[in-house]
């Protein structure tokens, strides 16, 4: 038998398992079962002398695992019961579970699965207990296939074939699924039917494109958002843009006080809030009339989706894009790339958040097991997800356009395509008024909606240089402390420490430039920071300098910082 | 014999520490007494002690500290930048020091102007008078 498995070009592990397990036929629980299954045993012994038979490569290796995957299954279900198990039998299973997607065609397999479940419909019903999962609560399958929805054994075929299935209709079944063999541990067998999931996933190129283009469709979501919320589409608004755009950049992008001024200190606040380059979502930001064409369908959608959690995702998501487009048209306002950079990656960044948010609840919503609402919901918002997806590329395609509207340094082409998304937000709010009138109103609720959803993310890093990153650094040292006092702590305490190290850190800073002013330079060098380390008596005669690096720092560090260590052992005294 | 050697070379060393506190001790209770006749508060024995203890430390900080900034620039002498950098801490006290230190300059200047002047005076009184002498003695 271990000759039909004709040498294969890479020699798997997964067939060297099959040729030790196939050439060394357990004898019990084989024969034991094989007396339930008559009908099985003819099935096994026509592919067995099919192999025996067959002797070019391609047929050998297709039969020989056609034959070996309704051997495998007989087997499964031969040695389901958890008594018999022995590692021999996981490893069967194991192997008979997990598909070959790299040799085997799909259809090979699908094709097989169903005919061996007419015809034993008995046998797997008295030998499903064991190996059965989780899994009439599985809704997903009808969607796939609703005439398969046997019990028992029938279900693990019926995975299999829908799985492949659905890996080339591309559907998003698996994943639920996925999650329902992860949470039902039962038995040591049910981990063999989570383990093939993953490979087949990340063989299955429909399946390993998912997880990216997630990302993506967020930021598009986030515009079909936008759309919903646009009502209709006006260009009032350019009137009131023209004074704020003329407002030199260097006033704006100085101004280091967030919310102070109406329109003028929003743009640099929201400016300098955003983040570092992600060039790739936030591109699709900019084309706003390519925007308005995708408006209602994709985001009625949305809005229709499903109860409770997903419409919990699409609140927070319309809210993001809400700060989203109330910050673009305030940036596309300022002259030049400057704007059109931090505003992309504000909004990858602001894409990305809301994208880990919306994950995070996704992935509450699986593990709280609520199978029946739960999945119901996800491959729904799976197929938003599908549809955001196609919609999101055709954005992408006029986004370029839009981009390089915006970098044109006059003014007022800019407004335009930015002022009616800013004013779509606003139409949540207000039915559109003249103009005038929404000018005044702007400034003022401009203030408010930023001021309200821009503080909870003060981790933003941004091109200001105080508040933002130093505001992360600072945060992330004040949880350290709070998380060494092993008890909880008050806001207004952290906020002392927070200040201290402020303090802390600048005079530290200080001391370090004076240092090298004192000597004579410009640079800060090692010097400066040995002698600061001196001074605060962490460096003595006995302990250096390059002694606490060792202690202290990863091992990456000392190569760098210890001449000894870098020099390659060519080491000349000073002079 | 190097025991005992370093026994009272610490002894030593013991006793002059204890007169140098002893020093800084009657300094402070000096001071203390004119700041209280001034400000008409009295000040208790152990607040004394206690500005003298730490008066001592801080001299000793003090002096490590300056021989360390002299090293980092290089320098085997303590000077007035090093100095200034020791006291940058407190701004009055900087700008206290950075003033002395101006009118320091300013005399040094004075001086220095001085004895050129001296010395040009000098130069040319010895000019004339040989000269002088020459005239005479041309004459």
Not at chain 1, 130 to 140: A, D, F, N, R, V
Not at chain 1, 222 to 233: E, G, K
Not at chain 1, 326 to 341: A, Q, R, T, Y
Request: proline fraction near 9%; hydrophobic fraction near 30%.
């Amino acid at each position: 038998m271990a000759d039909n498995f004709s040498p294969d070009s890479e020699p798997t592990t997964r067939t060297l398992l099959r040729r030790v397990l196939d050439t060394a036929d357990p004898r019990t629980p084989r024969r034991a079962r094989s007396t339930r299954s008559g009908a099985q045993r003819d099935l096994l012994e026509t592919p067995s002398t099919r192999r025996q038979r067959s002797q070019t490569k391609m047929t050998a290796r297709r039969r020989s695992h056609t034959a070996a995957s309704v051997d495998r299954l007989a087997r499964v279900q031969a040695s389901g019961h958890l008594e018999e198990q022995t590692p021999r039998t996981l490893l069967k299973n194991i192997i008979l579970t997990a598909p070959e997607s790299s040799i085997v065609k799909p259809e090979a397999v699908v094709k097989l699965v169903p005919s061996p479940q007419v015809v034993q419909p008995s046998r797997r019903e008295s030998s499903r207990g064991s190996l059965e999962l989780q899994l009439p609560e599985l809704e997903p399958p009808t969607t796939l296939a609703p005439g398969l929805l046997a019990p028992g054994r029938r279900k693990q075929r019926l995975r299999l074939s829908e799985f492949q299935q659905g890996m080339d209709w591309g559907h998003l079944s698996q994943e639920p699924r996925e999650n329902a063999d992860a949470s039902s541990l039962t038995s040591s067998l049910n981990l063999t039917f989570a383990m093939p999931l993953q490979p087949q996933s990340v063989k299955r190129p429909g399946l390993a494109r998912r997880p990216p283009t997630r990302r993506v469709v967020d930021v598009g979501t986030f515009l079909q958002d936008l759309r919903d919320t646009s009502l209709a589409v006006a260009p009032p608004g350019e009137s009131h843009r023209t004074p704020v755009a003329t407002v030199p950049t260097d006033t704006v992008l100085e101004d280091t006080q967030p919310f102070s001024q109406p329109l003028a200190g929003h743009s640099p606040s929201v400016h300098h809030s955003l983040p570092c380059p992600s060039p790739s979502g936030a591109k699709e930001v900019e084309g706003p009339a390519s925007r308005r064409t995708w408006s209602s369908g994709p985001g009625l959608q949305n809005n229709h989706s499903g109860p409770g959690k997903p419409a919990q995702l699409l609140a927070r998501k319309v809210e993001e894009v809400e700060a989203l487009a109330v910050g673009f048209p305030n940036i596309s306002s300022i002259s030049g790339e400057d704007g059109v950079e931090p505003l992309q990656n504000g909004v990858g960044e602001e894409a990305e958040e809301s994208m880990e948010k919306s994950m995070s609840v996704r992935e509450v919503e699986k593990a709280a097991e609520e199978q029946g609402s739960a999945r119901a919901e996800e491959p729904e918002g799976h197929t938003e997800v599908a549809e955001a997806a196609g919609s999101l590329g055709a954005i992408e395609a006029k986004e370029p356009e839009g981009s390089s509207e915006d970098e044109d340094p006059s003014a007022s082409p800019k407004l335009a395509p930015s002022t009616p998304e800013f004013l779509r937000t606003r139409r949540l709010q207000s039915p559109e008024p003249a103009p005038p009138p929404s000018t005044a109103v702007l400034p003022s609720e401009l203030p408010k909606r930023l001021s309200a959803r821009i503080p909870p993310r003060p981790r933003i890093p941004g091109s200001r240089p105080r508040q933002d990153p130093y505001k992360a650094g600072l945060n992330h040292y004040a949880k350290l402390f709070s998380f060494y006092a092993k008890m909880p702590m008050e806001k207004k305490a952290v906020e002392m420490v927070e200040k201290c190290l402020d303090k802390y850190f600048q005079h530290l800073c200080d001391d370090l430039e004076v240092f090298a002013a004192h000597a004579g330079r410009k640079t800060v060098s090692p010097e400066d920071l040995e002698l600061l380390l001196r001074r605060q008596g962490l460096v003595t005669d006995q302990v250096s300098l390059h002694v606490l690096v060792e202690r202290h720092l990863p091992l990456e560090y000392r190569q760098l910082l210890i001449p000894c260590a870098f020099s390659g052992n060519s080491v000349f005294p000073t002079q | 014999m190097t025991e005992e050697e370093e026994w009272s070379e610490e002894q030593q060393s013991f006793s002059y520490r204890q007169r140098l506190k002893a020093a800084v001790h009657y300094t402070v209770g000096c001071l203390c007494e004119e700041v209280s006749s001034d400000k008409d508060m009295q000040f208790s024995k152990q607040t004394i002690a206690a500005i003298s203890e730490v008066t001592f430390g801080q001299c000793e900080n003090f002096a490590k500290d300056l021989e360390m900034f002299a090293r980092h620039a290089k320098r085997s002498t303590v000077n007035t930048e090093d100095v200034k950098l020791l006291a940058r801490r407190s701004h009055s006290l900087l700008k206290y020091i950075t003033e002395k230190n101006e009118d320091i300059a300013q005399l040094n200047l004075e001086r220095k102007a001085k004895k050129k002047k001296k010395l040009e005076d000098e130069n040319r009184n010895s000019v004339e008078l040989a000269e002088a002498g020459v005239e005479e003695s041309e004459n």
